[in-house]
């Protein structure tokens, strides 16, 4: 992956501090809540600013206090799955997974172009069946899917997935760490995923982070 942090965000009851190398393809973070892994996802994807320091990824560099430049979230490229999952309620399936692409001035497209886009996304992900359905009348799985397609129809670099399973029940939360483990393989993607449970970051990945104390530290 090569995502490099060295930086400093100040928060309420404690600071970010954080220099860590990211180079596994799925990393989990676990940690207790209000430590700052919310906070850690929104410096890294650009809708939070650092305080200090600097974000690279790969040759690009997303943001350096010390030179004043900071990449707009929109240039990172970044895929982003919210905790809530964030679905536009009054936006049906297809107006949903599109979003990014209609507002996104660097991927904006024609319509024939981001309904390519939407199709094969949406077909990768067997939900297409549902394009045209209300997001409010889908169960959870299937909104997941809704969050996991809109979230990679930009092409990401990188993916970064805040506890993605929260909610679901057994069956639906497996079928969901497979679905992720496949786009990371099938799209050559790395994931960057929050989870509370042992077991979620053991069934992706070895590699185990823990934020504590404002830090990122092996687990």
Do not use: W
Request: charged content about 25%.
């Amino acid at each position: 992956m090569n995502l490099k942090l060295a930086f400093s965000k100040q928060m309420p009851f404690h600071d970010l501090k954080v220099d860590y190398e990211f180079n596994a393809q799925i990393t989990a973070i676990m940690g207790a809540s209000g430590v700052g892994k919310s906070t850690l996802f929104q410096c890294i994807s650009g809708l939070k600013p650092i305080d200090q320091g600097k974000i690279e990824f790969g040759e690009l560099l997303f943001e350096d206090t010390s030179i004043a430049l900071r990449l707009p979230a929109s240039e990172r490229k970044i895929g982003y799955l919210f905790q809530n999952l964030a679905l536009f309620p009054n936006l049906n399936v297809f107006e949903n997974i599109a979003f990014g692409l209609k507002v996104n001035k660097t991927t904006r497209k024609n319509k024939e172009a981001i309904e390519r886009q939407v199709r094969y996304i949406s077909d990768y992900l067997q939900i297409s069946h549902l394009l045209y359905s209300s997001v409010q009348k889908l169960s959870g799985g299937e909104k997941q899917r809704v969050a996991m397609a809109r979230a990679m129809i930009v092409n990401p670099r990188l993916l970064l997935l805040d506890e993605p399973f929260n909610g679901l029940d057994e069956e639906t939360r497996f079928i969901c760490m497979d679905l992720v483990r496949e786009m990371a393989r099938d799209f050559d993607i790395p994931v960057i995923f929050v989870t509370h449970y042992r077991s979620e970051a053991q069934m992706l990945t070895d590699e185990i982070l823990r934020l504590k104390g404002g830090q990122l530290e092996k687990d």
